[in-house]
């Protein structure tokens, strides 16, 4: 898979909009690129995914560069059951040889400040 | 509620006591995984599973079994634990149609082996 490159750490205060970063300047053309969530002491969580154009869910944007070199997940109205490491994931479209696995870098850790 | 459910949540077994870590999704999800989660080294595959019957190795499969004789069950089996295999670890499934389906994760077990 692919590398992506993103902060160690951002902070933000409640209620503003956070933009988080994630360069991906090696992707392929058949690369999703995924976002997931960890909160302290819980499991990973997938928040949303996209491949050429941008995308919107109920817990996030996602914004995608023409190039698609880089991507910025976007949280509208940040709150404080935000703070958490948000991971940048690539996803090759087809399944090489069979693996099938997420590969975690060390993320983003989001603070967000009442 | 669509959920992964891992037990037990946490755990202390002694240096070459088998454990079973038990698994099972709802979802009717085919792609299933197991994770550790170490800190410094992030998150890493132990195994995964694409259906029953049909597991493969991971990043980091050395001393650890999985079976998948169910499709909702992808229980992680730990024959003689050793304290190198003391972590944070985390089963996770997905349905397989592609990329365009993101893992839900269960909630963790924390083991120490002593």
């Known amino acids: 898979d692919a590398k992506t490159t993103q902060p160690n750490s951002m902070e933000s205060n409640e209620e503003e909009p956070v933009h988080l970063p994630c360069n991906h300047s090696?992707?392929?053309?058949?690369?999703?690129i995924h976002w997931y969530r960890q909160l302290p002491s819980q499991g990973p969580e997938y928040v949303i995914h996209?491949?050429?154009s941008n995308v919107n869910n109920r817990m996030a944007s996602l914004a995608i560069a023409e190039d698609r070199k880089s991507s910025t997940l976007i949280l509208h109205r940040a709150t404080l059951r935000d703070a958490a490491v948000y991971y940048c994931?690539?996803?090759?479209?087809?399944?090489?040889?069979?693996?099938?696995?997420?590969?975690f870098g060390k993320g983003t850790k989001l603070t967000v400040n009442p | 509620e669509a959920q992964v459910t891992q037990n037990p949540r946490y755990l202390i077994t002694v240096t070459g006591k088998k454990l079973t870590v038990t698994c099972s999704q709802n979802?009717?999800?085919?792609?299933m995984s197991w994770y550790r989660q170490d800190p410094g080294l992030g998150l890493r595959q132990i195994y995964y599973?694409?259906?029953?019957?049909?597991?493969d190795k991971g990043d980091v499969p050395e001393g650890y079994k999985v079976s998948r004789k169910e499709k909702r069950n992808f229980p992680l089996i730990l024959e003689s634990p050793s304290p190198n295999q003391t972590s944070l670890y985390f089963c996770?499934?997905?349905?397989?149609?592609?990329?365009?389906?993101?893992?839900?994760f269960g909630s963790g077990t924390r083991l120490t082996v002593v």
């Open positions: 996770a499934s997905r349905f397989r149609g592609g990329q365009n389906y993101g893992y839900t």
């Open positions: 090696t992707i392929s053309g058949t690369d999703y």
């Open positions: 996209g491949l050429t």
């Open positions: 994931i690539l996803r090759d479209i087809i399944t090489q040889g069979g693996s099938e696995k997420l590969v």
């Open positions: 979802m009717n999800h085919e792609y």
């Open positions: 599973s694409m259906n029953v019957e049909v597991t």
